[in-house]
């Protein structure tokens, strides 16, 4: 777990706002993924990456957007087309023998 | 796509006590099983998981079943204690679909000193 890192812990978004949230892995992982948790809720999966400038959508990709250019780093940013984003926002990476492990969150704000 | 069903919502026991808590899914394709307990405001933490060759496996008081005819599994917490209490997760990957993890609602457990 402490060879992935989340930037920033806390994030406020204002109306109209594109924001990027930042995810970084030192595990040598191929696979890393993002998930959105709301009160009460399970993870929801956003998109995943599988492999360098590779990437699927998840269950709820709306609104949402990746990068994946280097395999240390998977970058979500939250578009102004997301309606409700405020969650709590996990990136995890990935094994081969699909163990994952997760960051320690981003807290989005929308004020 | 897959669908985890975890129950119960929520479990309060006495330390000391027992605690299960039983998750089912929908994909008769699914070959991992992990549980993850998440502490409030931390991240989820992986306490144990089980592979589809397999009917059982225990780390300390920590165990998991799996019954793959009946598609559910299951999380058992021996000796609680109050350092147990967290939110627990199961989830499931799907056959075919490598990689992508659906996860349980959740389970608030509450031991009690």
């Known amino acids: 777990d402490g060879g992935i890192t989340q930037s920033p812990k806390y994030l406020f978004r204002k109306e109209g706002q594109n924001v990027t949230l930042s995810c970084e892995q030192n595990?040598?992982?191929?696979?890393m993924y993002w998930y959105r948790q709301d009160p009460g809720q399970g993870l929801r999966l956003i998109y995943y990456?599988?492999?360098?400038?590779?990437?699927q959508k998840g269950d709820i990709a709306e609104g949402y957007s990746v990068s994946r250019e280097k395999k240390e780093s998977f970058p979500l940013t939250v578009t102004s087309a997301q309606k409700n984003p405020t969650a709590f926002y996990l990136c995890?990476?990935?094994?081969?023998?699909?163990?994952?492990?997760f960051g320690p969150g981003t807290r989005l704000t929308v004020l | 796509g897959e669908n985890v069903e975890q129950h119960p919502s929520t479990l309060s026991v006495q330390e000391g006590d027992s605690a299960v808590i039983k998750c089912t899914y929908s994909?008769?394709?699914?070959?991992?099983f992990p549980w993850y307990k998440q502490e409030l405001g931390k991240r989820p933490q992986l306490i144990i998981d089980?592979?589809?060759?397999?009917g059982e496996k225990k780390d300390q008081r920590i165990a998991v079943t799996l019954n793959k005819t009946a598609k559910h599994f299951s999380l058992h917490i021996t000796e609680t204690q109050p350092e147990d209490s967290a939110v627990y997760f199961c989830?499931?990957?799907?056959?075919?679909?490598?990689?992508?993890?659906?996860f349980g609602k959740g389970t608030l457990l509450t031991v009690n000193p």
């Open positions: 995890a990476s990935g094994t081969l023998i699909n163990e994952q492990f």
């Open positions: 595990l040598n992982h191929d696979a």
């Open positions: 990456s599988q492999i360098v400038n590779d990437f």
């Open positions: 994909d008769s394709a699914s070959n991992y």
């Open positions: 089980i592979r589809s060759n397999v």
């Open positions: 989830a499931a990957i799907a056959g075919g679909s490598n990689y992508k993890l659906t």
